[in-house]
């Protein structure tokens, strides 16, 4: 049916507020890929990524990044590491499959998190109220990424700067852990 | 009457003068006043009735363990009752009123119950309302609760706001009295992360209200230029009106942080915030609580802790009284006559129980030793107190000393046990103290200014080692230990009038008596029939001369008599703040589909399954019963086309060179051949055997496998196939993750299923039934190239796919199917509809799949292979599995055809009484057929499958109807399965 074209949705229809010290917004043009690496794989997968991203497979708990395609790669387990990127023209698995496939297996997770970026110096504050992890920059640094739970939603987060997280939650809750969110930033300012 | 009471002096800013009401009445006090100083600067020493007995009572200490000066707050829905008075900060319009009493404070008609004391004494409630039973709870619980009490609640929801956080340190320092603030002061030194935590809004402690000086200083100044050097130390974190209330696992300590309370409003923001502090270690600072010394009529308004006054004199600039008595059997006690006299106020004598004190009195005020307070005259004040050489003493305030006892509360919270301190008489923390908890100063039993300074930077240093960490050098701050003798004594025997114990509960030293007369020998079973120690204060003040008064009667030491046990919280915590912002709808997450928008406007009902919302059926106008809607849809779908959301489905994403075998090992039935494109049904066994949970999975290439779960158990089976890789074949090459959030997944069912998806599905893909057949699923694209992944399985019997798009298409393409399926008269069907076409075809879900049923009882024994070995093969062989007078999965219909079914009534045979020994098993879903116009159902009986015609009697005795059910094939709609593959 050549006449329906299907327009796509943000999970958070590009939510964007902002609070004394705390800037909040839906990341949208990114894509996700994890990225599993087979048993006694892990040295053709290393060497692939090197090659195509420039980078080394990310520790658990660590990210690394590539000018390919403004990637980072987040290191979330021992066999699994998910790559975030921009949007081009290609769909998302196919973008990473043209570079990985035959030495990792990929899922696309793109339409899978609800993506939140919350920056500013009160941000550490705000997220106090429902993040359990200890946000210290001394023990949290730049770059490292990590899975928890915030008011029961799993919820992956990434320090990509001094006072700046990216907060990945699933979509299908995205209005309820947006609500958490901003309660939090509307508590602390 | 404006603070007639107010004298020269005290932390209070005078500058900013604060208006307030108690019971009606204004009054005036200062910013840094509490209620209970601005009170006493007033003259109001009147403030409350008790518990039991209806006696006035007035404020009997200066901190958060105040058994009397319990107020309610503000008004209308803010109404906050039993609030401390001794710990709420006065701010600007503050509203208070006293409780407990009908009629007047001054007059309360209740008071009548002081009379009748004689027969009110300890266990009078279980001696005297006995019989007849039935008159407990209809007639006297609700006399006796209207009687006694405390504050009441306002009955409307509470308007403020609550919140919870989490905080991180490597020292969490409870407390910021001399020791805690030598603690923190050497931490923050250190550069270690440090949280110091305090009750009180100012920082200081018994700095603030004593009159000892560190160095040059007086205590409070040093108090405050500490204060502010950690202040301005970025590593330190300085916590004020926070209460660390529960000391938990690894270091984990539950903390109330009182945002708004000295506040007229909150303005929108939290009032409390609950914490949750992760600490690598913790100095406990938490000083001690003095004690009173228990003699006739020793609960009149009036009387006070020797602290407290001293508290109210020196930091407040409030007396207690224009002529203070002292009562002490320490050198404490001494102290408070000197600061009085600093002040200017009469100090009408001190009467010290020790026959010889090692301190002196103020000049011209008398002092008795070897002597006690027998008695108190005057009422709602006191007029003059009776000495045991018989003299009378002219007084309006008696400022009792019995000692201090360590706060050892939170190092008992994990079941430490306190231990005797003989010199000091009093319990002091044990060995068994929390993991990483290090205790200081006061709490430890270090009582002298000097010793709790020096002992606050010791156990700092000894904890900045342990962490590894340079201990910052420097001088440290001093100060000369104060007198601080006293000796052993609880009560004054030869008092005549009751002598009160604990003031909040109106128990006295003839109750404790009493009670261990009527044998009661622990001091467990000693609180419960007394109630000493209960509510909101927790016997802080009442507790140790109890015990003492205890182990008097058994002839026990105070050791061998033990203490009642700790537990969190420290203070009371309002329910509001354990809640949290997790209210009404906020309580727990909610999931929504992509097409959730898209139901909403059509006007669906949408049904909870588990945090999902989904929609349970579309009524369309003149629709007046469920039935109408689902009826209507269940026959559109059967008769032309429906469609329905199904995202919630899990969906997990398995790929591996090994994931056709580890698909073969947890499904019961083969997987090992399935072919690219194809999809089929599998069955899943827990390892005891039982099912676990069912679905469908895909086969998309080589090495990739989409699974579908059921709603419900999307996470279990996830975690069970993470269990399985991880642990139970870690060798193989497998990899999964959830895709349930990835798409957006549609059914379409019906005879115009393939009609409609040939105008969605992108022309190069062959739909035929050649091209597409029952079971196959593949890649495709949709709407001119969106990707798309089509599966042509069917759950309601019919021809039928469902076709899958990345979740952002989701909203699209719910709209682009019903747009195409116009022409069909599409109808998008609910969970209902999907229930009853289900119901028809036989297929079970979790109504059948209840973790208690297993293939065989399901009729799917053939699907557990024996050609090869699966979780749950062996096990699923146990002899009680496979009786032959087993459950089996039948349908049923109602004889009389007009009646209908109801899930959960239980089958017996015809004719047999209704009893647990003729149970034959249940009705596990029934629904209206509205292909066949009368009700249906699924169930398990005994031997199923071979008595299909027979008829039975469904009972349901929760609703009182018996009916006449008729067996039959579990398959009610198109048993051969014609519809779906055609």
Redesign the interface.
Known sequence: ??D????????LDGFSRDWPGITLREVTGRALV?V?I???GEAALGQKLSQVYGTIIPAVGESTASPVDNAHLLGLAR??FFILFDEGGQ?PLAAVSAKLAEVA?L???????AMLHISGPNSRAAL???????L?PD?FQTGQVARTVM???GVIILRDGADSFLLLS????A???L?AVT??A??VT | MTQVFRIEGGLINRAKPLSFQFNGRAMQGYEGDTLASALLANGQRLVGRSFKYHRPRGIFTAGSEEPNALVQLREGAFQEPNTRATVAELFDGLTARSQNHRGSLEFDLMAVNDLLSPFLTAGFYYKTFMWPKAFWETLYEPVIRAAAGLGRLSMEEDPDKYDKGFLHCDLLVIGAGPAGLSAALLAGRSGARVILADEDFRMGGRLNAETLAIGDQTGADWAASTVAELAAMANVSLMPRTTVYGAYDHGIYGALERRTDHLAHSNGKPRQVLWRIYSKRTVLCAGATERPIAFGNNDRPGVMLAGAVRAYVNRYGAAPGKRVAVFTNNDDGWRTAHDLAAKGIAVAAVIDVREKAGVTAPNGVESFLGCRVVDIKGRKGIKSVILSNGQAILTDCLAVSGGWNPNVHLTCHQRGKPVWREELNAFVPGRDLPVGMVVAGAAKGEMTLGAALKDGADQAAEVLTALGRSVPAGDRPTAEDEPSTGTAFWYVKESSKRAWLDLQNDVTVKDVKLSQQEGFRSVEHLKRYTTLGMATDQGKTANIPALAVMADCTGKTIPETGTTIFRPPYTPVPIGALGGRARGRNFRPTRLTTSHQWAQDQGAVFVEVGPWLRAQWYPKEGETHWRDSVDREVKGTRRSVGICDVTTLGKIDVQGRDAAEFLNRVYANGFAKLAVGRVRYGLMLREDGMVMDDGTTARLGECHYVMTTTTANAVNVFRHLEFCRQCLWPGMDVHIISATEQFAQYAVAGPNARNVLQKIVDPEFDLSNEGFPFMACGEVTVCGGTQARLFRISFSGELAYEVAVPARYGDAMIRALMQAGAEYDAVPYGTEALSVMRIEKGHPVGNELTGQTTARDLGMARMVSKKKDCIGNVLSERDGLNDEDGLALVGFKPVDRSRSLKAGAHFVAKGKPVTTENDEGWMSSVAYSPELGHAIGLGFIRRGAERHGEIVVAADLLRGELTEVEITSAHFIDPEGERLRG
Not at chain 1, 4 to 11: E, F, H
Not at chain 1, 107 to 113: A, E, F, G, L, R
């Open positions: 049916m050549a329906i074209i299907l327009k796509a949705k943000s999970p994890s599993s087979p048993h006694g066999d699994q769909a297996y899922t696309d997770q793109s339409d899978s998190w106090a109220r429902i993040c359990l992890l200890d210290h023990h008011e029961h939603l699933a979509r299908s809750s209005q309820s852990f609500h309660v939090s509307e508590n």
